[in-house]
Structure formats: structure tokens, C-alpha cells
């Protein structure tokens, strides 16, 4: 299983040097978690469980899932 630690996803925060930009617009608040754990039951199994929030650093707002250690589901 690849990746089965666990992990975080981050949305907002620059691919080569991880400085926090910010997200443009609404569309991670408008995401329906329900809708992302649906597409990745699609590609793996036993499927994570997955949990989004976001926090604001220095005035930008960064969003994230989370999903848990799967090994802890077997």
C-alpha cells in the first residue's frame, strides 16, 4: 500500500518552496468531502477516512484533508 501512514493534502501553499499563498477562491470550502471519499473509493481499498478543514496563516486561508494511518484499519 502506498502512502498508508496517513497524510495531509494542502491547498494554498507554493509546490517548490511550500511558502503559504493562499487559495484564489471558494472552491475548497464549497468541496463536498462526500464527493472526494466517493472518487478515491474508485481507486483504493480499503478506502480512508478523510477529513477537511482549513486555517488561516498570516491572513491566507490554506485548506487541507487529512485521512488516517490505514493501517490502523486492519
Given at each position: 500500500m502506498a502512502n498508508n501512514m496517513g497524510g495531509f493534502l494542502f491547498f494554498g501553499?507554493?509546490?517548490d518552496d511550500c511558502e503559504v499563498?493562499?487559495?484564489?477562491?471558494?472552491?475548497?470550502?464549497?468541496?463536498?468531502?462526500?464527493?472526494?471519499t466517493q472518487q478515491v473509493k474508485n481507486y483504493l481499498a480499503p478506502t480512508p477516512n478523510f477529513v477537511k478543514k482549513?486555517?488561516?496563516?498570516?491572513?491566507?486561508?490554506?485548506?487541507?484533508?487529512?485521512?488516517n494511518n490505514m493501517n490502523s484499519l486492519l
Open positions: 501553499v507554493g509546490d499563498v493562499g487559495l484564489y477562491d471558494d472552491l475548497f470550502e464549497e468541496c463536498d468531502i462526500s464527493r472526494v482549513s486555517i488561516t496563516i498570516d491572513d491566507k486561508t490554506v485548506g487541507f484533508f487529512m485521512w
